[in-house]
């Protein structure tokens, strides 16, 4: 069993080497080149210019001007500054931003360094999570290496964008409600209050959170409920404060968007479908493609760009690597099974953690959901939207690489079992030199 000193000790080492391949990416990505970061630098410039919050519009989206940003080109600021179609978006991460714009006359390096450090905090989130769920450190650190190196994860960590609070604030809300449903033996129980603060934080930060934050503390009420018998006035209870105050501080941001766009568009997404005129919808392009063509760019150019696609998605990496990460993937998809294999005759898991288990198979399953339902209407085949299940994806690697620990340990001596416990976090070890080696050699050649 490691110490617990130890543990936090190998933490703070993977972070320092986050928050370092973070920074390289920072510094090395060009300008720009980053998934719509001229639109939400913009929206950080309005409110420092002119206060919280701006007004998405008709000519907030330019596809000309994109097409010139995405090609590497770098247009004067004041026509760059045209590009306003973020302006939906909730606040809280552009508001955060503010201060660090206006102390530093906007720089976007300070920004980028803004969304690592944010980035960082979703390291820490997976490694407790995965430490509650699991019980073994090793497991834990490699469950959030897996987070931490995904070279596209970092490149988006590490540029102008809400994802990184949004992150953040969903994994900061799995460990709470696993602390909730009593994973961890925590010292006690977290009131459902602070559930219903950080589900109403997702509220204010991206939209694409929403329905994850919803599902996770439905789901850890009912749980709880289920496992401890309670009444369904307690459940009344619980649900009424972790829903009342998510409700209360999303309905400052809706409100606000009713008054300004019109009931019923709560969201702003009547008003965003309306100005991003232009945009390559999925009709049109099955019209143009086929419905089977459709189905298989969707199918790889999503797994690509999950792992490393950089740009405006104009930069793949080598086929060889896609190779190497598929090998990789298949490797725990077989550990798992191993996993499931070996576990017969093995001491049933405990109520608390099948709990927790299902939650984050059911946060996995709904991103799926809606990065399907996303493409029904625009081509979005962006791997990024599945990260709202990053952190459940980063303990399944880490179980899929325990399964294979478990088999070797059968093939030798007791004395060797425990060095295989830390089999994992090594064989993750790979993933931070892919990250580097896919900032120098992939991204900084072709976008620089």
Same mark, same amino acid.
């Given at each position: 069993?490691?110490?617990?000193?130890?543990?936090?000790?190998?933490?703070?080492?993977? @972070?320092? @080497?986050?928050?370092?391949?973070?920074?390289?990416?920072?510094?090395?990505?060009?300008?720009?080149?980053?998934?719509?970061?001229?639109?939400?630098?913009?929206?950080?410039?309005?409110?420092?210019?002119?206060?919280?919050?701006?007004?998405?519009?008709?000519?907030?989206?330019?596809?000309?001007?994109?097409?010139?940003?995405?090609?590497?080109?770098?247009?004067?600021?004041?026509?760059?500054?045209?590009?306003?179609?973020?302006?939906?978006?909730?606040?809280?991460?552009?508001?955060?931003?503010?201060?660090?714009?206006?102390?530093?006359?906007?720089?976007?390096?300070?920004?980028?360094?803004?969304?690592?450090?944010?980035?960082?905090?979703?390291?820490?989130?997976?490694?407790?999570?995965? %430490?509650?769920?699991?019980?073994?450190?090793?497991? /834990?650190?490699?469950?959030?290496?897996?987070?931490?190196?995904?070279?596209?994860?970092?490149?988006?960590?590490?540029?102008?964008?809400?994802?990184? &609070?949004?992150?953040?604030?969903?994994?900061? =809300?799995? @460990?709470?409600? =696993?602390?909730?449903?009593?994973?961890?033996?925590?010292?006690? !129980?977290?009131?459902?209050?602070?559930?219903?603060? &950080?589900?109403?934080?997702?509220?204010?930060?991206?939209?694409?959170?929403?329905?994850?934050? #919803?599902?996770? #503390?439905? =789901?850890?009420?009912?749980?709880?409920?289920?496992?401890?018998? !309670?009444?369904? !006035?307690?459940?009344? *209870?619980?649900? /009424?404060?972790?829903?009342?105050?998510?409700?209360?501080?999303? %309905?400052?941001?809706?409100?606000?968007? #009713?008054?300004?766009?019109?009931?019923?568009?709560?969201?702003?997404?009547?008003?965003?479908? /309306?100005?991003?005129?232009?945009?390559?919808?999925?009709?049109?392009?099955?019209?143009?493609?086929?419905?089977?063509?459709?189905?298989?760019?969707?199918?790889?150019?999503?797994?690509?760009?999950?792992?490393?696609?950089?740009?405006?998605?104009?930069?793949?990496?080598?086929?060889?690597?896609?190779?190497?990460? *598929?090998?990789?993937?298949?490797?725990?998809?077989?550990?798992?099974?191993?996993?499931?294999?070996?576990?017969?005759?093995?001491?049933?898991?405990?109520?608390?953690?099948?709990?927790?288990?299902?939650?984050?198979?059911?946060?996995?399953?709904?991103?799926?959901?809606?990065?399907?339902?996303?493409?029904?209407?625009?081509?979005?085949?962006?791997?990024?939207?599945?990260?709202?299940?990053?952190?459940?994806?980063?303990?399944? /690697?880490?179980?899929?690489?325990?399964?294979?620990?478990?088999?070797?340990? !059968?093939?030798?001596?007791?004395?060797?079992? *425990?060095?295989?416990?830390?089999?994992? =976090?090594?064989?993750?070890?790979?993933?931070?030199?892919?990250?580097?080696?896919?900032?120098?050699?992939?991204? #900084?050649?072709?976008?620089?």
């Amino acid at each position: 069993m490691m110490h617990p000193r130890a543990a936090r000790v190998l933490l703070a080492l993977v @972070v320092l @080497v986050f928050l370092v391949v973070g920074t390289l990416y920072a510094v090395y990505t060009p300008a720009w080149q980053a998934p719509d970061e001229p639109a939400h630098y913009n929206y950080v410039a309005q409110i420092a210019g002119g206060g919280c919050c701006p007004v998405i519009a008709p000519g907030d989206w330019d596809t000309a001007l994109i097409n010139e940003v995405a090609s590497r080109e770098e247009p004067p600021p004041a026509r760059l500054s045209r590009l306003e179609y973020e302006d939906h978006q909730p606040p809280l991460y552009y508001l955060l931003a503010t201060p660090v714009f206006a102390l530093t006359g906007g720089s976007l390096l300070a920004l980028r360094l803004v969304s690592v450090v944010l980035g960082a905090g979703v390291v820490v989130m997976a490694y407790l999570v995965a %430490a509650r769920l699991l019980g073994s450190p090793p497991l /834990a650190l490699a469950a959030a290496v897996f987070v931490a190196f995904i070279p596209q994860h970092v490149a988006i960590l590490s540029s102008v964008n809400n994802d990184a &609070l949004a992150e953040l604030v969903l994994g900061a =809300l799995l @460990v709470l409600a =696993l602390g909730y449903l009593g994973a961890g033996e925590p010292a006690r !129980r977290p009131h459902p209050a602070l559930l219903g603060l &950080l589900a109403g934080l997702a509220f204010l930060t991206k939209l694409t959170v929403y329905g994850p934050a #919803v599902l996770v #503390v439905a =789901l850890a009420i009912a749980f709880r409920a289920a496992h401890e018998r !309670r009444s369904a !006035r307690w459940f009344a *209870g619980q649900a /009424a404060w972790a829903g009342g105050i998510a409700v209360a501080l999303g %309905a400052l941001w809706w409100g606000r968007n #009713v008054a300004v766009y019109g009931w019923p568009d709560l969201f702003a997404q009547t008003a965003h479908e /309306a100005a991003v005129v232009g945009q390559l919808r999925t009709a049109d392009l099955i019209a143009e493609i086929g419905a089977g063509a459709y189905a298989q760019r969707l199918l790889s150019t999503t797994f690509h760009s999950f792992f490393g696609q950089f740009g405006w998605m104009a930069v793949p990496m080598p086929p060889r690597i896609y190779w190497l990460i *598929g090998a990789f993937l298949l490797e725990l998809a077989t550990g798992l099974a191993l996993l499931i294999a070996t576990r017969r005759g093995a001491p049933p898991l405990t109520r608390t953690t099948r709990a927790g288990l299902w939650v984050l198979a059911a946060l996995v399953g709904l991103a799926v959901v809606q990065f399907g339902y996303y493409n029904l209407t625009f081509v979005q085949f962006q791997g990024r939207y599945l990260y709202p299940a990053l952190i459940p994806l980063g303990l399944t /690697a880490a179980a899929g690489l325990w399964g294979w620990a478990r088999f070797v340990a !059968r093939f030798l001596p007791a004395r060797w079992h *425990g060095a295989l416990a830390w089999l994992p =976090l090594v064989v993750m070890g790979w993933l931070p030199l892919l990250a580097v080696y896919a900032l120098f050699w992939i991204l #900084v050649p072709n976008l620089g």
